[in-house]
């Protein structure tokens, strides 16, 4: 059986899906306050763990237990079409299983739980038994933690040298909160294919309105209380960024609601942007840099 070529795995582990995870361990980074002195090896280890590895090892996991769905939706990807060949795709998903522990457990034992966890739901959310991505509920939850709460986690590990402050656990957990509904917008680009499969996203089960509204609501009241523990712990200017930046989004969210089916693609665009850049706001005021 021939193998597959560098090219077609790297389409496999889907590249553009790294930026979100790596993003977020950014966000941990300058979270944590702490100089990078003699660790910025750390630093390229956790990106490479973050995104490559752990995202990468993810997307390859999804593919592997989606190809019979992708041979009639997507017959062009790697493994239907035939360029990932045989039982190769379960391997890579495997392989990158090992090799992402290993470089975790180099990173330290809270990089090395934080990336247990994280595969351990990768494998979840798209293998049987559980299939969580099945559930309108768990799916995006999932994805929610683990892109944006982990990887923060991770970040923020990495440079404080163990487990992260408690405020910086705090904001991370209430961004991956906010990601709910990010990953909420995300499905709409594919309802008519979930009613199809049996998928019970929530614009599926909910309704497009209804599920929009839910998102919109997700996303802002997750961000008041950041503003508000921002305020609180006394990072004035990096809560009042954050707060100018979810005024942005609210205005966005309006024409969002208007017609959430049609602008989910804009307000991905637009809103999730300011959303990641309030992240980065609020990470710059724990780090003590504003």
Not at 71 to 92: H, K, M, Q
Request: hydrophobic share 55%; proline share 7%; with cysteine.
């Amino acid at each position: 059986m021939p193998s597959p070529s560098a090219s077609d795995v790297l389409e496999l582990l889907k590249p553009i899906t790294w930026f979100p995870p790596m993003w977020a361990f950014g966000c941990g980074v300058l979270s944590a306050g702490v100089a990078f002195d003699e660790r910025w090896l750390f630093v390229i280890g956790g990106i490479a763990l973050t995104g490559p590895f752990v995202c990468g090892t993810s997307q390859a996991v999804n593919d592997w237990f989606d190809r019979h769905v992708d041979a009639i939706n997507e017959p062009d990807r790697p493994i239907p079409s035939g360029r990932i060949p045989g039982r190769w795709g379960l391997g890579i998903a495997v392989a990158g299983t090992v090799l992402s522990l290993g470089l975790a457990a180099i990173l330290g034992f809270w990089v090395f739980a934080a990336a247990c966890l994280g595969l351990s739901l990768a494998w979840a959310y798209s293998a049987p038994p559980f299939r969580l991505k099945t559930s309108g509920w768990a799916g995006p939850a999932t994805v929610g933690l683990t892109y944006e709460g982990l990887s923060w986690f991770t970040g923020a590990s990495i440079l404080a040298g163990g487990l992260p402050p408690a405020p910086v656990i705090a904001i991370l957990l209430l961004y991956s909160i906010g990601a709910f509904g990010i990953m909420v917008l995300n499905d709409f680009k594919a309802v008519e294919g979930d009613r199809i499969t049996g998928l019970r996203s929530l614009p599926v089960t909910l309704g497009v309105s209804r599920a929009a509204r839910l998102a919109c609501l997700v996303m802002a009241l997750a961000q008041a209380v950041v503003i508000a523990l921002l305020f609180l712990l006394g990072y004035a200017l990096s809560g009042a960024v954050v707060a100018a930046l979810l005024l942005g989004q609210m205005f966005l969210m309006v024409r969002l609601l208007k017609d959430p089916a049609r602008h989910a693609p804009w307000y991905n665009a637009t809103g999730v942007t300011l959303y990641v850049l309030g992240m980065l706001a609020a990470a710059l005021g724990l780090g003590g840099y504003v």
